[in-house]
């Protein structure tokens, strides 16, 4: 069997980008190994509460999520944040610190010192850094704001985003590239910013939203759009470079012929698959770490809460010592996360700070988060709803010199002709931002089947 485009790896990167290609007439497999598509997309109604295994929002500030959104006709289901979202909390001392929701918050919150609330307004005096050093976050917003700013406030945003990842060790060029070109254009992220705000530009931060059924109504709606050019439990073997274009090895399923293959797998097994067609692309993929990490969600009725739950969840410093990385207030965030008089709430467990925990039994995880929200949320009594998801893969570590592994990564297709990669560990592992890479993946594949195109008519002429 031959195809246009054969997509290896079914979560939503795989689905967009396959999704897209269709959309321009192309002929596409997709290809999972899973039985269930959507990767760490996915939803579970449980009892009347909804529970989210992976991703939970979209940032409405990426245009590709709303132009999903659109052409999936998922517009109808669109929620966006509640309106009881007042704070940001992180935790002091074995409390929820609240802090304002607004651009004053920590400045007027007493989270952090007097000190290190006068240096952040200080921040403009800082020189400029070293162009083009490969800085970590917390040498980039010590060197900005101060340590204890960068301790106490980035290094849990940095877990919270990166499942569990340390401030220390990722880079700040590779997760948060705004800050560092606000300091190269304006010589300061706080001069940059109000410049920004002056020309109605669009400051790091997001606009968060949802659909009715959860993140995981993008995979379904993805998934049915492609219909029958999806195949489920199929495992590749093998990518290699054949006449033409690519022959995949699908084991005791046979082998398919593609002019051009996309993988938009985990990192790990990227570099298993191309090693033979790509080799250096594959030791690149390869050096990207993922530790494993652990979802917790609760269901509670609401009088056995104490906390008001006003606002997104809370984040845990590493010096806090807490198990929990972060958590999500479920129900505070959107609309029918949970029954009428009850709250839903998840955690985080795990990741680079203690991928052991993450491998624990569920019933302990539960036991362990729930003693937890007793100190920090007042949970008095046991949860109605209880479900763990172990995730033994888990957020790709974006540590130094990450940019130029996804820069070498980005050139498969220079180095074997019609060979293309796209995933979450190319620019950012939220929802959003990976059908932004797809879209730009499909763009490639489309624009090197129709040179390919040309190519044989031009032959079959002479």
């Not at 596409?28 to 939803?43: D, M, Y």
């Not at 309106?83 to 007493?110: C, H, N, P, Q, W």
């Not at 999806?230 to 398919?256: C, K, Q």
């Not at 590493?318 to 929990?324: M, V």
Request: aromatic fraction near 6%; glycine fraction near 14%; charged fraction near 20%.
């Amino acid at each position: 069997m031959s195809v246009d485009v054969i997509v290896i790896g079914g979560g939503v990167s795989g689905l967009a980008t396959a999704y897209d290609l269709k959309q321009r007439g192309h002929g596409v497999v997709l290809l999972e190994r899973q039985r269930q598509l959507g990767g760490s997309a996915v939803s579970e109604r449980l009892d009347g509460f909804l529970m989210e295994h992976g991703p939970s929002t979209m940032n409405a500030l990426v245009p590709a999520a709303n132009e999903f959104s659109q052409k999936l006709g998922l517009e109808g289901q669109r929620c966006d944040l509640g309106d009881g979202i007042r704070k940001r909390y992180l935790v002091s001392g074995g409390e929820l610190s609240g802090i304002g929701m607004g651009a004053l918050g920590f400045l007027t919150a007493g989270y952090l010192s007097p000190w290190a609330r006068l240096r952040i307004l200080l921040e403009f005096l800082v020189p400029h850094g070293s162009p083009g050093a490969d800085e970590s976050v917390m040498e980039f917003c010590t060197r900005r704001f101060g340590r204890e700013f960068a301790e106490r406030v980035m290094d849990p945003m940095v877990a919270g985003i990166y499942g569990g990842g340390r401030a220390a060790e990722l880079s700040v060029a590779a997760i948060f590239p705004m800050l560092v070109a606000l300091e190269e254009k304006y010589g300061s992220v706080t001069l940059g910013i109000m410049h920004r705000r002056r020309e109605g530009g669009k400051m790091p931060g997001s606009r968060l939203f949802s659909w009715r059924d959860g993140i995981g109504a993008l995979a379904g709606s993805l998934a049915q759009g492609l219909d029958d050019n999806i195949r489920t439990g199929v495992a590749v073997r093998r990518v290699s470079a054949a006449p033409g274009g690519f022959e995949v090895d699908l084991g005791r399923d046979g082998r398919m012929h593609a002019r051009a293959v996309v993988i938009a797998t985990q990192s790990h097994v990227a570099a298993q698959l191309i090693a033979d067609v790509d080799p250096s692309g594959a030791d690149a993929a390869a050096q990207i770490q993922a530790p494993s990490l652990a979802v917790v969600f609760l269901g509670y009725r609401r009088q056995d809460v104490a906390h008001p739950l006003d606002g997104l969840g809370f984040l845990t410093a590493e010096a806090e010592n807490r198990n929990i990385l972060g958590s999500q207030f479920n129900s505070t965030m959107f609309p029918d996360r949970a029954p009428v008089g009850h709250v839903a709430v998840s955690a985080y467990i795990g990741g680079v700070r203690a991928p052991r925990l993450a491998r624990l039994p569920g019933a302990e995880l539960i036991d362990l988060v729930g003693a937890e929200f007793g100190d920090l949320l007042g949970v008095s009594a046991a949860p109605v709803v209880a479900k763990v998801r172990h995730w033994p893969v888990g957020l790709p570590q974006y540590g130094a010199g990450h940019r130029t592994l996804v820069e070498h990564l980005s050139g498969c297709h220079d180095r074997q002709s019609g060979l293309f990669l796209t995933g979450n560990y190319f620019a950012g592992p939220s929802v959003a931002t990976c059908l932004s890479v797809a879209q730009k993946t499909a763009q490639s594949t489309h624009e090197h089947l129709r040179r390919s195109r040309q190519i044989s008519r031009h032959r079959a002429v002479f």
